[in-house]
């Protein structure tokens, strides 16, 4: 159930109603939006009694909640959620947020010359991963701790925002302390206990599409993170497995506009991981700006034939610079901007 408060319910009133609903045994969550705030409840097992709190000063309404997630829906907030990552950077409404970066830091050089391609694009987010999920056990399982130090140089010399995978609990507690946003990977997206520990994190997630999970476990997946108390969730659609070869995976586009209308959560598109293929990564980041994803996350590599990981999809940073020029007025177009402004005018 939520409790939809009235547009002049006072802070007092909405932390009584909220008091309500602990002594009941269940967990408030407030939900501040641009009109009125709105408190969702979990915890509960069966329904709600909605007489013990429609009562109370303040509520305009308790409405049932039709779905199976609650935090992450529509009905508990009408405008989308942007997530702020401080420094002008957000992600979400009217700002397209650009991750640029390797699949995998390799070294301190190699981040550094891809970071200094990033910036100067005008992409305000660096990824690269530190702990990387591979499907062989014998290919390059990343740098750990030295690559995440690697990576909090990059923030300090570049003043890029750090986007990293986290691979289970024990990463999890080192990623959290190098990196601005946490991402939890295709391969993880039901890791449940990761998930609830990703939910008690201060840091913003980045939540990718586990390689066969429908838009429900998507949406269900970034509720675990909701319900534990962090709604700072980006969700990522990043390609599924089909039928189809002449891709990695097949992106699935129409997802965007269907979370859009579902969720107030932010979605960004991953055409590398989504095609595996570098000269489908420009017109695909086309399609997705224009389809309304709220950001792209594209792996860069400047010596891509070399690269440790994924180097068939990243591209270089030369046409990672054209990538933003056209990803900036398609944005344009629709009223949107690229997170952070244009780039090298700023460095
Ligand atoms: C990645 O972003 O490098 C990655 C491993 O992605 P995914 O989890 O989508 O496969
Ligand atoms: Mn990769």
């Known amino acids: 159930m939520l409790v939809m408060m009235k547009a002049h319910a006072t802070t007092a009133e909405i932390e009584?109603?909220?008091?309500?609903?602990?002594?009941?045994?269940?967990?408030a969550h407030p939900i501040p939006g641009i009109n009125r705030t709105a408190i969702g409840i979990t915890g509960n097992r069966g329904p709600v009694d909605a007489t013990a709190l429609d009562t109370l000063p303040g509520v305009a309404e308790c409405l049932p909640v039709s779905k199976p997630y609650k935090l992450v829906s529509r009905e508990l907030r009408e405008d989308p959620t942007i997530v702020d990552?401080?420094?002008?950077?957000?992600?979400?409404?009217?700002?397209?947020?650009?991750?640029?970066?390797?699949?995998?830091?390799?070294?301190?050089?190699?981040?550094?010359?891809?970071?200094?391609?990033?910036?100067?694009?005008?992409?305000?987010?660096?990824?690269?991963?530190?702990?990387?999920?591979?499907?062989?056990?014998?290919?390059?399982?990343?740098?750990?701790?030295?690559?995440?130090?690697i990576l909090a140089e990059v923030r300090a010399e570049f003043g890029l925002k750090i986007v990293t995978e986290?691979?289970?609990?024990?990463?999890?507690?080192?990623?959290?302390?190098?990196?601005?946003v946490i991402q939890i990977g295709a391969r993880n997206m039901q890791n449940f206990s990761l998930l609830k520990q990703v939910g008690r994190s201060c840091r913003p997630v980045l939540l990718k599409r586990g390689i066969s999970a429908t838009l429900d476990e998507l949406l269900m997946a970034a509720e675990y993170i909701l319900a534990e108390g962090n709604y700072n969730v980006i969700l990522c659609e990043r390609g599924v497995r089909t039928f189809a070869d002449h891709t990695r995976n097949t992106l699935d586009l129409s997802v965007v506009p269907a979370v859009h209308s579902l969720s107030h959560l932010p979605i960004i598109v991953d055409p590398s991981h989504g095609t595996g293929r570098r000269e489908k990564v420009l017109p695909l980041s086309r399609a997705a700006v224009a389809v309304g994803a709220d950001g792209l996350i594209i792996e860069v590599h400047h010596k891509?034939?070399?690269?440790?990981?994924?180097?068939?999809?990243?591209?270089?940073?030369?046409?990672?610079?054209?990538?933003?020029?056209?990803?900036?007025?398609?944005?344009?177009?629709?009223?949107?901007?690229?997170?952070?402004?244009?780039g090298e005018h700023e460095i």
């Open 16 to 27: 009584r109603v909220c008091r309500r609903i602990e002594e009941l045994g269940y967990r």
């Open 85 to 149: 990552l401080g420094d002008g950077v957000r992600i979400g409404g009217a700002e397209l947020g650009i991750i640029a970066g390797p699949c995998a830091v390799e070294s301190h050089e190699q981040a550094f010359v891809i970071a200094r391609a990033v910036r100067a694009a005008g992409a305000r987010l660096f990824r690269g991963g530190a702990y990387k999920p591979r499907t062989s056990p014998y290919s390059f399982q990343g740098l750990g701790e030295e690559g995440l130090k």
């Open 166 to 180: 986290a691979v289970d609990h024990e990463s999890l507690e080192l990623v959290e302390r190098y990196s601005d």
């Open 304 to 342: 891509p034939d070399e690269a440790l990981s994924d180097g068939n999809q990243s591209i270089l940073p030369a046409h990672l610079e054209q990538l933003m020029m056209e990803i900036r007025q398609i944005a344009a177009v629709l009223g949107r901007r690229v997170a952070g402004g244009s």
